[in-house]
């Protein structure tokens, strides 16, 4: 095992200590938290982890003015000697809202006079740590420290936000973002206005099992109510996910049957194919498949379920080969 330790200022709230141990050392290109084992004993803090190299570390920390959050330190090297874990934070995330800015800046964000103040006095703080004795001494400057660079965090997204809404609203006045909610049948009566006034699109799912519960017994009347309402409204239509590969995905017919695969890509084939044409030119765009990466549902491979989603795509743009397709997938 492979270790880093950090001193921890005394007296600890107990909360606070517990959730230490969910502390992580990231590794890899993206730098995500890896396996990491993690040992708190009187004011140390031990990571260990069978990779020896040096990565950030992800630590759960009570940050004045903010609360606790993930934090994170910057790429530090595994040694003996113990490291000031308050430092080491206000370090990272410093350092971390540097970069940030940086590059937002050099990407045309305008100058962030406050942000740098912050920033200014963040690092100050930094630096008194730093040249202080181990001890209360150096986490009061760290902990302001990091509550600066926090604050600065905050302030700079905002600023971000602020001046891309702006830029847009300057080039397209009215955003074009498509905003559903989810309709399996026409809202009930005294919800009809409302939904108008806070969507801009309907999403009817006509998955598998709603639409087709047994074979060639196809359950149409709610489907087509709902897509009928969002027409009369001219609400762009958003169908699917048409073969959803969750538990409550796929008719009983289906889950029940022998498995034979041959089968089961003439069924789905038949399904997608006969919804397509139903509605060819009343849906804007569909949603093909879901969670085709991962489901164990069918007891198929991955390599299979994908398969399976592209003689899908394929089955609907046999009926409409300008058909806009959309895949969904489950932890991506």
């Not at 090297?77 to 350092?95: F, P, S, T, W």
């Not at 964000?109 to 406050?114: E, F, K, R, V």
């Not at 695969?261 to 139903?278: F, Q």
């Amino acid at each position: 095992m492979h270790t880093m330790s950090f001193r921890v200022p005394a007296g600890l709230p107990e909360a606070t200590a517990e959730d230490l141990l969910r502390s992580a050392v990231g590794g890899g290109h993206d730098r995500c938290p890896t396996p990491t084992r993690c040992h708190l004993r009187a004011d140390q803090l031990t990571l260990n982890r069978e990779v020896n190299e040096s990565g950030p570390c992800y630590v759960p920390w009570d940050v004045p003015r903010a609360g606790r959050l993930m934090t994170p330190t910057t790429s530090l090297m595994v040694r003996d000697r113990q490291y000031q874990l308050g430092a080491e934070l206000a370090r990272g995330k410093i350092n971390q809202v540097r970069n940030q800015y940086g590059e937002w800046e050099g990407g045309g964000l305008d100058p962030a006079p406050d942000v740098e103040a912050l920033l200014t006095r963040a690092t100050k703080s930094l630096a008194e740590a730093v040249l202080s004795p181990p001890g209360p001494a150096s986490d009061r400057p760290a902990d302001a420290a990091l509550a600066d660079a926090f604050e600065a965090a905050d302030l700079l997204v905002r600023k971000y936000v602020d001046q891309v809404f702006r830029l847009r609203h300057q080039r397209q006045p009215r955003f074009d973002t498509a905003f559903g909610c989810r309709l399996t049948a026409p809202p009930v009566r005294g919800l009809d206005d409302a939904f108008r006034l806070s969507f801009n699109a309907a999403c009817v799912p006509l998955t598998w099992r709603l639409i087709e519960p047994t074979e060639s017994g196809y359950q149409w009347e709610q489907a087509d109510a709902a897509i009928a309402w969002a027409a009369d409204r001219n609400l762009p239509v958003y169908a699917g996910p048409l073969i959803d590969f969750s538990d409550a995905g796929f008719p009983d017919y289906v889950l029940n049957g022998d498995g034979d695969p041959i089968t089961l890509k003439s069924l789905i084939s038949d399904y997608v194919g006969t919804v397509a044409a139903r509605y060819r030119g009343k849906v804007s765009r569909w949603l093909i498949s879901s969670g085709a990466n991962g489901s164990s549902v069918l007891g198929m491979s991955e390599e299979d379920l994908v398969r399976l989603t592209v003689m899908a795509a394929d089955a609907a743009w046999q009926i409409d080969p300008n058909m806009q397709i959309v895949f969904g997938l489950s932890q991506p």
